[in-house]
Structure formats: structure tokens, C-alpha cells
């Protein structure tokens, strides 16, 4: 007998039907489940198609664009476009924000289409990274609830593909954070919702060791009284970091950047962005349980974003530890 699994298209029916949702939002998704498949293909075959290199241009944040950086890009607004429903786009590799289908559209798409680019060169693996907003479909209310810049409490889902390994992580408003694993035909199956662990004897830690010394102080204090007490992980890619968070549980940190020797290397607000890198992972780790927050001790999800492309700390785990490294940042 064939042992077949839940679809996560089936996943979705059932979740858009049980919450009394529209069929729109399936739309979307099937779009963006294409379009990771796509980049898939691509990075697989990266090293031997010469696709795993630079560009030869470089981008809005003053790093070097990757030949793979591009093609991702371009895939996730192909598909994102073909759904009709989407308002803009944001992504990482466009200074601009992306026009769609202004009038009829109903969702604000964030998105990283291939995170941690120090992978890329070795084919190692990367994140497609995703939140979504909905427009305000109550035509009474004018103003910022029809506006991109949303904070991440707004999101209506994330989710991250860690490229390219057939994992897929997403989570919906209330409704948790879920799991899938492509099966022998690419197909997205088996849910399983993800919370993060209460036996701290399985956590781990995760941030760039080789920064500690830039780091603020209160960070360099804690991390020195805290770090034997567990394991440490660190693969450079936020997706590949946050999938082993998940079910591990711990934290992963990437602190403001205050005491470089190089002080034009500083990123007092930090490195990692705010819509599309730090709102997704830590919008998933809330609905698994867990919590984030920026270098002030507040919570990722209710900064307000003044620009797409806003830049923030981020520290995002277990709860306790959370709540730890909060009070230490808020002191
Ligand atoms: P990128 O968007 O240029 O790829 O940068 C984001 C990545 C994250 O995936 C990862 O967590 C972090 O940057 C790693 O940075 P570092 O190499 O400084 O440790
Ligand atoms: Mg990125």
C-alpha cells in the first residue's frame, strides 16, 4: 500500500473553510509555492549552470547582487503578478516598492527571494522568506490600513522555504505555525505543527560568534554568563537557523552592531530587515509559542515600519530566554 500524506493544498482547504475565508488567499499561495519551486531548480543546479556567482552590479544596500539573487527575484514577481491579487511588493533586491494590481489587488507582499547570500557562492542552504498583509476591504476606512508599511502584528501569514532542502515552514494569524516537507513529486504534504520546546536541555544559541566584540555591552554580559549553558549553531542563513530554532528551540540573535574597530562598519539599528527578514520569523516563533524583540526590548512585531526596508536588531527563541534578554536591553 502507497502511504499518502495531507497536501498542503488540502491544508489550506480546510483552514480557509474552517476560519470562513475567501479562496483568494489559495491563490496566493499556490503562486507562492510555484515560484519556490522554480528558484529551487535553479539553486540546485546553481554550481553547474554558473548561476551561483555575482552579478556584477550592486544593489540598494550597497552589497554585491548574486547572479541567483536576480533570477529568484524575478520568478517571485512572475508569479506574484499571474495571481492578479496582489496590491505591491516589497522586496529585498528593488529599492522600489513594486506597483501590482493597485485597484483590484488585496494583499501587500513582503519578501527576501534568497536570504543569506554567504551560502550561495558554496550552494549551501538559503531562505525564500515571504509576510503578507491584506488591504482594508471595509471601503469605509481610508488611510494606513491601505498603506504597505505595515507592523508585523497586522501580517495575516509568513513563511520561509529553506532552499534546497523541500522544507517549507508557514504561519497564519491565530491559527499556528506549520511545517510541510516536499514529498517524491515536489508536492508540499504532512502538516505538523511547530511549537517550541519547554525543555531547555534541547535549546540552542545562534548568532554570528565572530561579532561578539561589536556587540552593546549588556549583549557581551549576557552572552558570557549564558552561552555554557547551551549548545551553539550558526549556519548564516536566517532560514536554515530559524528551521533548527523551531524545533529546538533557544534563540538566534542578531544584536546592533556598536563597537566595531571600524566604526563606519557600526549598524546601531542592525543588520537584518524589518518587513521581510525580522516580521516573518518572528511572527512564525510567536504563533509557535515564542517571542522577538529588537535592541530596545520591544517586541519586533509592533514596530512601525517608516520605510520598506528598515533595518532592526532582532532576538527571537523561547519565551524565557526572550523575556531574559529583554530585560537586559531595557535596563
Ligand atoms: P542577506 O540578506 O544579505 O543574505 O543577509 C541576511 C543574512 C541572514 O540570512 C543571516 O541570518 C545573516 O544575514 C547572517 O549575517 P552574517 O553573515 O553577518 O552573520
Ligand atoms: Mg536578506
Known sequence: MIQFEQTFRNFLLRHQEKYNRSYHFLILMYAIIAAAQRIELY??????????????????????????????????????????????????????????????GRYFLYFDPLDGSSNVAHGLPVGFMFGIAKR?????????????????REYIATGMFVIPTGMFTLALREAGCWRFHADE?????????????????????????????????????????NEKKYTFRYLGALAGDFHRLLLNGGMF?????????????????????????????AFMCTEAGGDAVDETGTPILDLPPEKHHQRTALYVGSKPLIDDIAKVLRK
Do not use: C
Open 43 to 104: 539553486y540546485r543546479t546553481g554550481a553547474l549552470k554558473d548561476n551561483l556567482g555575482v552579478a556584477g552590479s550592486i544593489n540598494i544596500h550597497g552589497e554585491n547582487v548574486l547572479r541567483m539573487d536576480q533570477i529568484a527575484h524575478e520568478i517571485v514577481i512572475h508569479y506574484l503578478n499571474s495571481t492578479e491579487r496582489v496590491i505591491q511588493a516589497v522586496s529585498e533586491e528593488t529599492d522600489d516598492i513594486i506597483d501590482m494590481n493597485r485597484d483590484g
Open 136 to 152: 482594508n476591504l471595509d471601503g469605509n476606512i481610508q488611510g494606513p490600513e491601505d498603506f504597505h508599511l505595515r507592523s508585523g
Open 185 to 225: 513529486t515536489n508536492t508540499y504534504v504532512k502538516p505538523s505543527r511547530m511549537m517550541l520546546p519547554e525543555d531547555s536541555r534541547k535549546w540552542e544559541l545562534s548568532y554570528n560568534a565572530g561579532n561578539i566584540y561589536t556587540f552593546g555591552e549588556k549583549i557581551q554580559k549576557w552572552i558570557n554568563i
Open 253 to 281: 540573535m542578531y544584536p546592533a552592531i556598536v563597537n566595531h574597530p571600524d566604526p563606519e562598519k557600526n549598524r546601531p539599528q542592525g543588520k537584518l530587515r524589518l518587513m521581510y527578514e525580522a516580521n516573518v520569523v
